[in-house]
């Protein structure tokens, strides 16, 4: 079943999709426009191959199941909004679909789930003024009860597809700890202060700053209880790491198609490119790239599927495989020389997504610091127990 609903998706973004990626429908940011990303949902819908890492049942395909689609809708970054498959939202559906109440799923989840309205997550805060950056701990965002409601007050930064999201996942701290709220959007009360322009461009609505004032919510729209937001973050987190490999693997594997199909064309020195040892050893390097990219996310999808937390996989994943791709994508430019740096093929936009992939959902040294902490962690205790 699984391959049927690959092979369907990877066929939709080939033939549907992907001409799609020089339409000049983009924001200021150079985002693809809403009109756009409706467009393709709607042509993903009639397809029937609209968000299929969910079976009609509501059930999720496991973790190894969902590698190889959400792989497969990475083949062009227009392909995880026309599926339904893209960031933040199918890290949203995941956590809401494990966690979220009847009524919170009745009306925040299905939306989502049926590509009628995107979501945005309120975790990260301006690095700028000590907020929390990538160190979630380090939380100012504050929420206190007021009767029936709870009331929010803080900045968070880099919130992707804040502008234009329907439905927000928020996160504040009480005097208990980290707290987790859905929330309706737009509301007056949460204002979009900034969209920087940044290097990548796949994403609808940018990544905002975003000031909270006296934000209220109703009490039953809280995940859990106050306190557990951050396990309830954890849920969401590994898997949604793990999601983003699978993704930009895919876009991976067509800009290095497109870089091997301009070496055995393009003639330089009397001969192709590909017979420039220079050259063919590129193209060598990242099929290697590729494979093991490929390996290490099904080995973090076996351990998750096991109903392990997988932190520590997936933070082994995470920089793994985006330092791989990160020099899939140099090559792919490089193979190309001046067509890889202009925008006639995705290439280009590939290795400005994946630049930026190094750092979102957690910087590869950050990852290599908390993997360096359990190193010393498990020292100590092999060194206790003897």
Not at 123 to 142: C, I, K, L, Q, V
Not at 287 to 306: G, M, N, P, R
Not at 329 to 342: N, S
């Amino acid at each position: 079943m699984t391959a049927q609903i690959a092979a369907k998706v990877e066929a939709f973004v080939r033939e549907v999709v992907a001409p799609y990626e020089k339409d000049p429908r983009r924001d200021h940011h150079d985002c693809p426009s809403e009109e756009l990303v409706a467009e393709l949902k709607a042509k993903a819908r009639a397809a029937g191959v609209l968000t299929p890492h969910i079976l009609p049942d509501g059930r999720h395909l496991t973790q190894r199941e969902t590698a190889v689609v959400l792989r497969a809708s990475g083949l062009s970054p227009l392909g995880p909004l026309a599926l339904n498959t893209a960031a933040p939202d199918e890290g949203n559906m995941y956590l809401l679909g494990k966690v979220g109440s009847a009524a919170i799923k009745e009306r925040f989840l299905k939306p989502l789930v049926e590509g009628r309205a995107r979501s945005a997550f309120f975790m990260t805060e301006p690095a700028d003024e000590n907020g929390a950056g990538s160190d979630p701990s380090m939380m100012r965002t504050t929420c206190h009860l007021d009767g029936n409601h709870w009331v929010i007050n803080g900045r968070k930064a880099f919130i992707t597809g804040a502008e234009g999201a329907q439905v927000g996942i928020v996160m504040a701290k009480s005097t208990d700890g980290a707290c987790m709220f859905l929330v309706d959007l737009p509301d007056p009360a949460i204002r979009i202060e900034h969209v920087p322009n940044t290097i990548d461009s796949s994403m609808p609505g940018g990544h905002a700053v975003v000031a909270i004032e006296n934000l209220r919510v109703p009490a039953d729209q809280m995940l859990g209880q106050s306190g557990e937001g951050f396990r309830y973050a954890q849920v969401r987190l590994a898997p949604a790491r793990l999601s983003h490999c699978m993704r930009w693997l895919g876009a991976c594997i067509r800009a290095n198609e497109i870089a091997t199909d301009y070496a055995n064309r393009r003639m330089a020195f009397g001969k192709p490119l590909i017979d420039h040892e220079g050259v063919g050893f590129m193209l060598a390097d990242n099929l290697i790239d590729l494979k093991q990219s490929e390996l290490i996310i099904d080995w973090c999808a076996d351990v998750l599927d096991v109903g392990e937390a997988g932190g520590t996989e997936s933070s082994m994943a995470k920089v793994a495989v985006s330092e791989a791709l990160m020099r899939v994508a140099d090559r792919c430019v490089q193979v190309m020389g001046g067509q890889g740096v202009t925008a006639n093929t995705i290439v280009e936009q590939v290795f400005r997504e994946i630049r930026a992939f190094r750092i979102y959902d957690g910087p590869t040294e950050v990852h290599k610091w908390s993997l360096a902490k359990k190193i010393k962690r498990d020292w100590k205790t092999s060194h206790e127990q003897h």
